[in-house]
Structures are given as structure tokens and as C-alpha cells.
């Protein structure tokens, strides 16, 4: 089958992550998506922006119009941003047949009442999963996930500068105006940080999942909006004291009388699982009557987070112009004729870090004993501890955490120091994951 | 339009939750589907079963058999569980070209591929999100979700038994025995509580993921499985000294040569966000090439949190029969003409709880002021502190959390407070939120 042909709109951070997503996992795709997908032009207002990624067999253009009118396009992929000429190009992409794809959130909460109205009058797809929440499937989770529910409310941290700057300020006592020069400084705030420290950003995404949650009109000028510029640092230590944290949350709630459509910061108990949702990670906290909370958490922004779900837009489009409807999706998610045969591993040769709990006499030397026998078999110690001996027993716990080492080789370990003398019974031993 | 029409096999939890989620969201449900969804049959073992739900125009029969033939039926559900019969009527239903729609994780990881190859034969879907981590989206999740990337690694709690158990473990101290036995009286855990204790339902889940994750074939056989019965307090409390929780995961990791396959006890570091999923919650971390870490979160069982996505499927599969494939999905979740005009309120209209901070002159009779006014216009105070004042300062912060209040009333108490001779400058003013 004749590969899909993607037109891509900016090769900024997140044309750059997309080109290299799609380009590393052509083959991972291609087995998903039952049909390989091709970057065929891509436009850029400075060609020199071409060594972000590897462009080779891409053509390049710095003509935009060029890519949204090319007869070869079936799906246009709008990474530029703002609003004009993003608007226009879209329309116009529409009008010529393609299908598109935009990461842009304020296009789809100021215009994209007009946009899908034109898409539906032509029979064309408009995806935008990256637009809210970069790499988080929040909009597939609330359009499709839990169509089954009627949604209470919905609380998300989306705007990842905020979240980092409020993050540091309470972790580290720092004021608001010194967080967010480091953040500049770090890439995570714009030079003109309004749009994110003042909630327009946040707003702009609320709009969008509002209107999903609810069924309602996307209506951004509607958002209450307050950003973070007038928390301090004294707010964040005093609420913390009374066991809350201060996050910048975009709510939308179904209240007697009408929705309540916010973004502020807002205190919450710490020991909500949002609470401790820090530095630039978004979350969105979803409460649907069947279901109860869910929680949706990853990464809020950067190149190939949001490129992710770019790259899973034009999956959901390349498997609709390819598959009968029944099949769109295969079963098990690659086609059928595509599972691999890759092998299931047997225990002994994975690989993790160990928790082990033995039981030792209490006498000199027997430490020595075990670490030795551990080091013979190169198997590294992270932490040791030693507990009393329970009453009246001789023997004394000692629990140690091991470094990643293959269970065969801490089997053959714990074999022979269940073999020495001073050892009480079996060793005790639980798996460890970092999960980093 | 026609109303699609479902037979349902079984009216047990899951059964009772589907029917009344199905009957109280029907508007919700038609607006999103784009078509009315009618529970033509049901078949219970037991027709006093039928009290669990209002089966009001719903015909009853003790014979799935007579579901799966009706040729009115469009769509059948099976929630009966258990391999047999439930593999002989989805066999039979795909044979008489119906779609079905499963929460069976048994049946799917063992006799998935058999399924899903009679299903591609006969051109029918077969949809089975509720078949792991009962109301979380986390199969559409992997499999379109998060399409673009290779996946790394996943590690679930998917046994909310076990994590019920454990989370009673580390925080009041009891043993694995004497929980379980809460555990089965509170309808947790089963009276033969094996498959869960022993880590076999989460390994059937685990196997549907992995599947799904990695693109191999269903091999539940090949799932190292390993229960948390051998898991004492005693080590969940070393663990917790060493800065870790002990969590029942199921892990699925791309390895050099294979891949892992797993469940066990696993000493998890408590600063994850994962670590601090407690009770009878579910959750599945995500590790994609392109969008880092990704958590979704909630309940894992239970009769509505299933249903939700047991309906999700319903609604996945009417969209499907209903639209052409480019509008299967609407842009904003509900058919364009069911788009809802309910108001978006003002600020002043929203109720929600408040964190207050004034600056109050340090002498007797001011808190009294302060907390008269608010009395006056019937806002309940939460907490109150005081703290010192700051160095050579003559007024003292003063901290207040307030109960819900409508923001109006709360805006005309903190005037007449800021009118107060002893109170400095305006009161600041941050809303707070349970997310309860």
C-alpha cells in the first residue's frame, strides 16, 4: 500500500521532535498503523532550522502555501503556532482536501468552532491531542476513555512553567520573580512569560477540555483567569504548614446553575496524588460519575513529549484512510500480520535490583562473610542495615539493598550464604524497581 | 436513526453497573454516540439477579444462548467472567456477525488471539477495556494513545485486592492474614482469594498489556507470577525506614534480548507517584522512547468504575457503525447538534473553599473583629493561625481557611474586613480545593 504523505507546517521544537519520532519509529509505526508514513515537504520560515533534525529525503520549503495546496499531501501537519497564519493555512488545508493535524491550542480554543465546522463540510479530520497536556492522552481519554460518564469537574495542572516555578518555590523557599528568571534561563519560560505566569496559557487548554467534558461551545473568553504572579513565597510555606499546596489548576465544574469554567492558584491537601504532580509534569484529575476519579499524568510540553502525541493524531487519521471501520484499530494494537516473535524472558536472566532480609548470628565477622560472598558475585550493596534481634532471639535481622544485578547471579549469591553457619533460615528476597 | 441494540450475558456487578450507568448517562450517552443505545436482552443465571437494577423494558432470559442468536442484537456484552461458557457465546456471537464487548481478562489472555482471528474473519470488533484496570482508559491509552512511541517499559498495580491489602499493611501495621480476612468481609477480596492474593489476575492483565505495549502475541504462560502472601510487615516496615512501599506489580520491560514479564512484590522508591497510590486504586506507568513517563490512574474494580469503560466500548463501537470513519469521533466529544448552551458562570457565582491572609495589628479584640464579620455573613472557619510578626513590624499575619462559600458573599465579608481600622493593607485571597 502506497505510504500516507504528511506536509509539515514549522520546524521548530516540536516539528523538530516529530520529524525524529517519526523517522526513529518508522518501523514501530508502520507495524501500528498497517501503513508506512512519509515525510514528504516540509515548511520552514528559516531553512537553517533544518539541522534540528535530520531532513534527509524531506523536501524543504519556506513557503507554507506551498505545502497545504500540494497535490501529494494527505495530511497536513500545523506545528507553527499563534494564530495567523496558522488559521488561514488550515482553512485553507481543509478547502484543498487534507487532512490536519495542529498542536495548537489557541488556534482550537479562539477559532476552532469555525475550523471543525469547515472540517465537517468538507468530510476532513481535525486532530489536536497535542494541543492540551503535551504527551498526555488526556483528549482521547475524556472524548473517548469515558464517554460513558456525565463529568462532575475536572482540575488539571496544565501549564508545566507554573508548575516548575511554584515547585521550586516551595521546595526551596524561592520567590516567584527568582524562579522565573531560572526558568528562562532553562528553556521552560518564554522571554515574554504572560501567556504561561498569567494563566492565558492554562486557560486556553481548560477551554479545550471544557468543551469535551461538557459538550459545550469551546468559549475561551468565558475563563476566569489568574495566573501566579502575585503568589508568594509566604502563601506557599503557610499553606504547607496547614498541609496544602499551591498549584495553578484550570477547573471546570458542572455546578446546579451552570459550568464553572477557572484557572487560579489553589490550594490542595498534600495528600492528593495532584499535589505531589511537581516541577514541569502536568496532570489532569478527572472526575466522572461512573467512574470516580482518574488521574492522567506526563509530560506538559517539550519536543518529542508533544511530538508523541502529534505522531498518534496522524496514527488515528493514517489508520482511518486505511482500515474498514471495524479494523481501524487492530486488536492488539500493531496489525495482525505484524506481531513479532520477539522472546519472553526467563526470571533468572532479567535483570533489577534486590531488597534481602537475612537472618545472622550476632556476632563479629558474619557481615564481612555475606558482603564478601556478594562481591565475589560482583553484586554492588546500596544500603545496609542492621536490627535488633527480636526478644530472646540470637539471631538479628540484617536487610540490605542490592545495585541491578541478574537473579541468576543473585541466586548463586544467596545460595551460598544461606550455606553459612551463621545464617538463620532462608533469605528473604523482594524485587526493587527505581521506576526512573 | 435505528437505536443500536445490546443483549447483555450476565447481571452481576458488572452487569447491574452497566445497566443503570447505560440508563441514567442515555442523554449523555446519545449525545456522544451520535445514536440511541437500547438494552434489548438480558440473560441471567438468576432472574432475581434482576433486583441488582431497573430492568424496566429490558427482556430477561436464564439462556445466553438466546442472546448471542437474537438477531436483534447488534452488540453483545459478555460480563459473566470465566472461560466457559463465556468462550463458546463470544464464539458463537462473532459467528452470528454480532459485535462484543468484554471485561474478561481471563478469557482474553488466554484465548485473546484465537478471539481477536474469528473476529478479523468475520469483520466485527471486539472491545475489552474493562478487561484491565477496571475504569482507567489504559488500553485505548497504549493502543492509540500513545501509538507513536516504542515502549520501554510499563509497570501496573492492577490488583486492587493486593494493593488494598498492602496499603493496610504498611499504615496500621497488620499482617497479610489478618487484612485479607478485612479484605473478603468488606467484598475485596473473594472467599477463595487465590487468583488475586497469588498475583494470577494481575498476570492476566499484565499479559493483555505487554501484548498490547510490545506487539507479541498473548502468552500468559510466560508471565513469572508471584504473589504477595509471603510478604510480611515486618519488610514492609524495613522498606518504609529505607524510603520505599511495597507495591504487587506487574512489569513489562523491553530488555536487550527479550522481554521481562512479571508480577511480584516490588520495593518501589515512596517519592514516585506510584508509591502513593493506595487502597483498592489501580495504576499503570508508561514509559514511552518519546514521551518519558506517563501514569494513569483509578479504580481498578468495582461495579460503575468498570461499567464506565465497559460503555466506553459500547460507544466506541456505535461510533463506528453509526458515522462515516472521518466523523466517528467528533471534534468536541458530542455530535455538533448536541452541543449544550448551559451558561459558563461568573466568577462571583462559583463556591469553593479560601485561604485568606490579612495583616492584623497585634492586640487583644482584632481576631474577634475579623471573625464576627465573617460569622455575619454565614462563612464557617476551617483553621486559623497566627504568626509572629516579621522583624520590627507591628502587624502579625493572621492565616484562615474558610468552608465553601460563594465567592460574592465572600467578597462583600473580606470588603468590610478590609475596612477595619487594625486590619494593613488588602486581604489576599487564594481559592483552595479537596478534590474529593
Not at 524561592?174 to 526558568?183: C, Q, S, T, Y
Amino acid at each position: 500500500m502506497k505510504p500516507v504523505n504528511i506536509g509539515l507546517l514549522g520546524l521548530g521544537t516540536v516539528g523538530g521532535g516529530t520529524v525524529k519520532v517519526l523517522k526513529r519509529n518508522a518501523d514501530e509505526i508502520t507495524r501500528r498503523a498497517g501503513r508506512e508514513i512519509h515525510i514528504g515537504v516540509v515548511a520552514a520560515r528559516d531553512l537553517n532550522r533544518s539541522r534540528i533534525c535530520d531532513t534527509a529525503g524531506i523536501r524543504l520549503t519556506t513557503d507554507p502555501y506551498e505545502v497545504v495546496t500540494d497535490p501529494g499531501v494527505d495530511i497536513v501537519v500545523e506545528l507553527i503556532g499563534g494564530l495567523e497564519p496558522a488559521k488561514d493555512l488550515v482553512m485553507r488545508a481543509l478547502d484543498a482536501g487534507k487532512h490536519v493535524v495542529t498542536a495548537n491550542k489557541m488556534l482550537i480554543a479562539l477559532h476552532g468552532n469555525e475550523i471543525f465546522a469547515k472540517a465537517s463540510e468538507k468530510g476532513r479530520m481535525v486532530a489536536f491531542e497535542a494541543a492540551v497536556a503535551g504527551g498526555i492522552p488526556i483528549i482521547k481519554a475524556l472524548r473517548e476513555g469515558l464517554s460513558g460518564n456525565k463529568v462532575e469537574w475536572l482540575a488539571g495542572i496544565i501549564n508545566g512553567t507554573c508548575n516548575f516555578i511554584l515547585t521550586e518555590m516551595r521546595e526551596k523557599g524561592r520567590d516567584f520573580r527568582d524562579v522565573l528568571k531560572e526558568a528562562q534561563a532553562l528553556g521552560y519560560a518564554e522571554s515574554d512569560p504572560t501567556f504561561d505566569v498569567e494563566g492565558i496559557d492554562a486557560a486556553h487548554k481548560l477551554t479545550i477540555l471544557a468543551s469535551i467534558a461538557f459538550g459545550i461551545p469551546l468559549q475561551f473568553d468565558r475563563v476566569w483567569t489568574e495566573g501566579i504572579s502575585s503568589v508568594t513565597s509566604l502563601d506557599v510555606a503557610y499553606a504547607e504548614t496547614l498541609g496544602y499546596r499551591i498549584k495553578l489548576l484550570g477547573i471546570a465544574r458542572r455546578a446546579e446553575k451552570g459550568i464553572e469554567l477557572r484557572v487560579h492558584p489553589t490550594l490542595i491537601p498534600e495528600r492528593r496524588l495532584i499535589a505531589n504532580v511537581n516541577g514541569v509534569m502536568n496532570a489532569v484529575l478527572v472526575k466522572g460519575d461512573a467512574v470516580g476519579p482518574t488521574l492522567f499524568y506526563g509530560a506538559g510540553a517539550g519536543a518529542e513529549p508533544t511530538a508523541s502525541s502529534v505522531v498518534a493524531d496522524i496514527i488515528d487519521v493514517v489508520r482511518t484512510l486505511t482500515s474498514d471501520p471495524e479494523n481501524r484499530v487492530p486488536h492488539l494494537a500493531f496489525q495482525p500480520e505484524a506481531i513479532s516473535d520477539i522472546p519472553i524472558l526467563p526470571i533468572e536472566d532479567i535483570e533489577t535490583a534486590y531488597y534481602l532480609r537475612l537472618s545472622a548470628e550476632d556476632r563479629p565477622g558474619v557481615l564481612a562473610d555475606v558482603t564478601r560472598i556478594l562481591a565475589d558475585h560482583n553484586i554492588s550493596i546500596e544500603a545496609i542495615i542492621q536490627k535488633e534481634p527480636p526478644n530472646g532471639e540470637s539471631h538479628l535481622p540484617v536487610i540490605m539493598l542490592t545495585q541491578k544485578v541478574q537473579e541468576r547471579k543473585l541466586n548463586d549469591a544467596i545460595r551460598e550464604i544461606e550455606a553459612l553457619p551463621v545464617i538463620g533460615g532462608p533469605v528473604k528476597r523482594i524485587r526493587l524497581e527505581t521506576l526512573g
